[in-house]
């Protein structure tokens, strides 16, 4: 990982605490100036995915934030004590999150789960008008994701917020577990993301629509039987409709593929 992806991180993690500074200070009160706020977690999630190609250049992107933000920000009352400064000089800390290969792999599975359903948001199968929590084409910043369910967005944001007080508190030996705590959350944001391409797509289904049913049900009931037990090492029965064999997947695997058969 380069010297400069590095900085660019660094600059996008104190791009988001001076956001949260605003964010958490005012979104549950100010609703009228602060109710869409969510639409800046769009350009903090593509920035920092993008981070992980060696290609990219974040610059312009970081450029279009920081000016989104600073007018964000404006005229604003109430800001927290959260201090932005603390965000400096963690190089080491930085490092550590872009070369964690755990996160790094997690990472891979949400761009492409947010890439299937922003492109199956394109096509026939789904409905928009039963899309409430939709953002579409709010981005900032470049990116071929252009429609995005609101859930698997909070979950990076919780993600994004564990990762952000790793940096702030300078425990490199993270004995609080949120390089961990991150990845369990872009976990569900993935998994999110899949659920919600079946969710709409199933109902309008006209081939194999039983089987491609069984299937999703046989994963539901597998998925509520490990409540409370970790998913992200958890492998379930995978129920093919079309070859109707049973493989052992990881549970993201497991939803990919059925996602898989119906695009």
Known sequence: MSILHIKYLEELFFQYICYLNVDLANSLINKEKYSRNINFLVPFRDIFLGLYNPKYI???DLEKLKTAINVYSKNVSTLLAIR?????????????????????????????????????FETSLINK??????????????SNIKHSFVQPLLEFNN???????????????????????????????????????????????QDNKENILKSFYSMREQEFLLL???????????LCPIEKNIRKLPIITAYKELVKIIF
């Open 129 to 142: 008008d039963d899309f409430k929590d939709l953002i579409s084409n709010a981005q900032q910043c470049e």
């Open 84 to 120: 932005q400064e603390n965000m400096r000089n963690k190089q080491e800390l930085i490092k550590h999150i872009l070369q964690n290969e755990d996160l790094r792999k997690i990472c891979a599975e949400y761009y492409h789960s947010n890439k299937k359903f922003s492109d199956a």
């Open 228 to 238: 409370g037990e970790s998913f992200i090492d958890k492998r379930i029965d995978y």
């Open 159 to 205: 993600a994004l917020s564990h990762l952000a007080i790793f940096i702030y508190n300078g425990d490199k030996d993270d004995k609080l577990q949120n390089i961990e705590k991150a990845q369990n959350h872009i976990y569900r944001a993935t998994l999110d993301n899949y659920k919600m391409i079946l969710r709409f797509t199933i109902p309008n289904l």
């Open 58 to 60: 974040a610059e312009q």
